[in-house]
T-cell receptor
């Protein structure tokens, strides 16, 4: 049981390039989330999904896109990367039938846009 | 809009000391509150989760309390060890069916041998 896995761990992008951050969970959780964490700051929600085929915007969605075609996967797409997207990105998942909705986090992807 | 504040931003203590980390939130209509630990360059590890109907939760040397009416939670760490050095994050899930967590900026704890 690997939990929440993210790839890649590190990535450097040039301004204007695009990339997809991968996230997979093997806990059969229906809820999945993408957060970003800037230095010295808490996490901010980018997008979330309550099930396959359903996504919704969080607090900071601009410049990102997501899709959820399966329960396990929730990729985050960056189009036209900008220096403001330099951050650490965390994927998380939770189970709605659990009373606590406790969120489990992946190890993160450290992205630098130059 | 829910806002979460953690004080202090950084704390340095000698090994063996008992300590308290503070978390406050502006909207008391919460579903639950979760305390996380984050080691440098790592992801988040859930430490304790307190439901809105609970007053406290304990795990080993950790005890988290919740006072919804005053919008406060504390994380008490007993007999601190150098291995406790990390950043501790507080996050609130609002009520009303919201799936979202709102995070504080964290408290960076250093326990000196």
């Amino acid at each position: 049981n690997a939990g929440v896995t993210q790839t890649p761990k590190f990535r450097i992008l040039k301004i204007g390039q695009s990339m997809t951050l991968q996230c997979t969970q093997d806990m059969n959780h229906n809820y999945m989330y993408w957060y970003r964490q800037d230095p010295g700051m808490g996490l901010k929600l980018i997008y979330y999904s309550v099930g396959a085929g359903i996504t919704d915007k969080g607090e900071v969605p601009n410049g990102y896109n997501v899709s959820r075609s399966t329960t396990e996967d929730f990729p985050l797409r960056l189009e036209l990367a900008a220096p403001s997207q330099t951050s650490v990105y965390f994927c998380a998942s939770s189970y709605s039938n659990s009373p606590a909705y406790e969120q489990y986090f992946g190890p993160g992807t450290r992205l630098t846009v130059t | 809009k829910q806002e979460v504040t953690q004080i202090p931003a950084a704390l340095s203590v000698p090994e063996g000391e008992n300590l308290v980390l503070n978390c406050s939130f502006t909207d008391s209509a919460i579903y639950n509150l979760q305390w996380f630990r984050q080691d440098p360059g790592k992801g988040l590890t859930s430490l304790l989760l307190i439901q809105s109907s609970q007053r406290e939760q304990t795990s080993g040397r950790l005890n988290a309390s919740l006072d919804k009416s005053s919008g406060r939670s504390t994380l008490y760490i007993a007999a601190s060890q150098p291995g406790d050095s990390a950043t501790y994050l507080c996050a609130v899930r609002s009520g009303g069916g919201s799936e979202k967590l709102v995070f504080g900026k964290g408290t960076k704890l250093t326990v000196n041998p």
